[in-house]
């Protein structure tokens, strides 16, 4: 559309510009706090639905369902169509799915699921946004502050709800993958898994309800200051799965060498930088480099004087903007594994310690690897720990 290439003028600022302007603070104090409170009452309600013990035919698909509806109810209120016919988890998921040749305009022939799945979440969100749902008091900011924008620059709520798709996908794509390889490599580990659920219990409460049963309340907002293994290994995690591209502005004329020869980058060229070869790089990450260390990111400090590190992990995209969810997909990604590893043992199907499935390829379209194959496919059962049945969860939401 060629409003979103139209520059603006001091009087009415371009469509992009006040985008970009408002993204940031959408997503910053008391905004993020309330798409945090919302995404863990959603996260609470299901754990608390497993009961003493669960089964998931597929790991992958369970945590996909309770995510997205956790997350799309935290960005679109009590009138979230997602969750008002679940069906639509899986469309949004088929059109997540066929991005790539949506994108690249391939006929719908070879890419049905996507185009399906794209054309009944955007019939959804049409009723929504003309129903001027997003409106709602406990509708997210960012999801208000995009709506206003598109309204004050002329576009129909039909043409928005087509477009918001997009934000959709972008809100599921990248933290509910991200939660099930953190989920696979804890449970794979039951040191990790000791040592994480340590942590764990010191910031939650145990309470009597007046009913007799017991509660537990784990304070979220204590994960990065009193879980550093538990959050050095989400950093692992998404050392591990990243695939996403970044691309750079060239300041100057740069040389670079391989060792072996070497390399022009012009000034005010733009490059195309696949993270996972910094992340993957020997050199930056010491021999255990294939490995997954848990313990990788413990000592931060460490690696700010050394800089290397830092300066070769590239979480959220790296550089001077990061992705503006990127605080709220911490709170929900570690909401969502913290009470299933404390609480529960997460075994395979058969009994047996669950292994990490391959971490295979990714397309272009992708910022982090999902699960293929087997991966996919793989079940997992959760059982109440000794000492914990009949406990029910909840968090401070603080």
């Given at each position: ?328 997909a911490f709170t929900e990604i570690l909401g969502t ?26 397309t272009m379209a992708e910022a982090v690897t999902k ?19 009949g406990v029910t969860w909840r968090f401070t939401l603080?």
């Amino acid at each position: 559309m060629k409003i979103f290439r139209a520059p603006g003028t001091l009087e009415k600022p371009a469509l992009m510009d006040e985008f970009n302007k408002e993204m940031h603070g959408s997503m910053l104090g008391e905004h993020l706090h309330k798409m945090n409170r919302v995404a863990l009452l959603d996260i609470a309600a299901s754990v608390n639905e497993i009961g003493e013990a669960f089964e998931a035919k597929s790991l992958y698909r369970w945590i996909r369902s309770v995510m997205t509806i956790a997350t799309t109810d935290s960005l679109l209120g009590s009138h979230n169509p997602i969750k008002a016919d679940p069906t639509l988890v899986d469309l949004l998921w088929d059109y997540e799915g066929g991005v790539t040749p949506l994108l690249m305009g391939i006929p719908k022939y070879w890419a049905p699921k996507g185009y399906e799945g794209r054309a009944a979440v955007q019939a959804a969100l049409i009723k929504y946004y003309e129903a001027k749902y997003d409106l709602e008091p406990d509708v997210a900011e960012m999801t208000k502050m995009r709506a206003k924008v598109f309204r004050k620059h002329g576009i129909t709520d039909a043409e928005t709800a087509r477009l918001e798709i997009g934000f959709l996908h972008v809100a599921v794509s990248n933290a509910i993958p991200t939660c099930f390889w953190l989920l696979s490599f804890i449970a794979s580990s039951a040191a990790l898994t000791a040592s994480i659920r340590d942590e764990l219990i010191a910031i939650t409460t145990i309470n009597t309800l007046d009913s007799g049963k017991k509660e537990a309340v784990i304070d979220n907002s204590r994960f990065l200051s009193d879980c550093p293994i538990f959050v050095s290994a989400y950093r692992e995690t998404i050392r591990q799965i990243s695939s996403l591209v970044i691309f750079r502005r060239i300041m100057q004329d740069t040389i670079i060498s391989d060792g072996n020869s070497n390399y022009l980058l012009k000034g005010g060229k733009d490059v195309a930088i696949a993270v996972g070869v910094s992340h993957m790089n020997a050199a930056n990450w010491g021999s255990n480099v294939a490995q997954f260390d848990a313990e990788r990111f413990l000592h931060e400090k460490e690696m700010e004087k050394e800089r290397v590190p830092t300066k070769a992990y590239f979480p959220f995209s790296g550089g001077k903007h990061l992705c503006p969810g990127m605080h709220f997909a911490f709170t929900e990604i570690l909401g969502t594994s913290a009470p299933l590893v404390l609480g529960f043992d997460i075994e395979a199907t058969d009994g047996t310690t669950l292994k990490v499935p391959r971490i295979g390829r990714s397309t272009m379209a992708e910022a982090v690897t999902k699960p293929e194959g087997e991966g996919l496919e793989m079940g997992a059962k959760f059982t109440k720990r000794k000492g914990w049945q009949g406990v029910t969860w909840r968090f401070t939401l603080a």
